[in-house]
């Protein structure tokens, strides 16, 4: 059983900065990609940022210049490091990851969401 777990979202004042931090855990698959979507209230989904497994980075243009996604393989874990902050930022922020099991079929997988809230 796969499970997704994300943590270091908070509250955080303008101009300021957070890590967050996604750990794909369970056995036998490959992780493919990595990436981060955020939905703020009443909007739909956006993707932020994804990484895949060769290191391809892809930035939402409304983040480039303020987030690096990265990636440790040997953790199964993915970061975001987001700075200079602004309040348009304040959303729920959820990790996803692309798995490749021994039959070579592909599936995403979500964790739970961790709230970042851009706030003075």
């Known amino acids: 059983q796969v499970q997704v777990v994300e943590s270091g979202g908070g509250l955080v004042q303008p101009g300021g900065s957070l890590r967050l931090s996604c750990t794909a855990s369970?056995?036998?698959?490959?992780?493919?990609?990595m990436g981060w979507y955020r939905q703020a209230p009443g909007k739909q989904r956006d993707r932020v940022a994804s990484?895949?497994?060769?290191?391809?980075?892809m930035y939402a243009d409304s983040v480039k210049g303020r987030c690096t996604i990265s990636r440790d393989n040997a953790k199964n874990t993915v970061y975001l490091q987001m700075n200079s902050l602004k309040p348009d930022d304040t959303a729920v922020y959820y990790c996803?990851?692309?798995?490749?099991?021994?039959?070579?079929?592909?599936?995403?997988?979500w964790g739970q969401g961790t709230q970042v809230t851009v706030s003075s």
């Open positions: 996803n990851t692309d798995l490749r099991d021994g039959g070579n079929v592909i599936r995403r997988y």
């Open positions: 990484i895949t497994e060769t290191g391809t980075t």
């Open positions: 369970g056995s036998g698959f490959v992780i493919v990609a």
